[in-house]
């Protein structure tokens, strides 16, 4: 069993930053792709930024040059650096992973969630 539990949301003035962390637990386990999403009341889930297990990462192009995606291997956790927030950034942030556990295989994982909200 694999969990990812997201930590670092919370209330940020426009032009503020956060970290998002995505924390993973358990045993025996390889993660190859882990994306952070986004929801807003009303909306959609977005892909917001992809990181690969070699370091590979993509962005959604409304918050390139303002969120970096970056991962501690060792730690097994994945960070979301938010600059320059803007009110849209207003989401439910959702980590995602493609994880391979011994014995049960291949499959995705989500965190729960955290709320981020900016607002002066």
């Known amino acids: 069993q694999v969990q990812f539990v997201e930590s670092g949301g919370g209330l940020v003035q426009p032009g503020g930053s956060l970290r998002l962390s995505c924390a993973a637990s358990?045993?025996?386990?390889?993660?190859?792709?882990t994306k952070w999403y986004r929801q807003a009341p009303g909306k959609e889930r977005e892909l917001v930024a992809t990181?690969?297990?070699?370091?590979?990462?993509n962005y959604a192009d409304s918050v390139k040059g303002r969120f970096t995606i970056s991962r501690n291997a060792s730690k097994n956790t994945v960070y979301l650096q938010m600059n320059n927030l803007k009110p849209e950034d207003t989401a439910v942030y959702y980590c995602?992973?493609?994880?391979?556990?011994?014995?049960?295989?291949?499959?995705?994982?989500w965190g729960q969630g955290i709320q981020v909200t900016v607002s002066s």
């Open positions: 995602n992973a493609d994880v391979y556990v011994s014995l049960s295989g291949r499959r995705g994982y």
């Open positions: 358990g045993t025996s386990f390889s993660i190859y792709v």
């Open positions: 990181i690969t297990s070699g370091g590979s990462t």
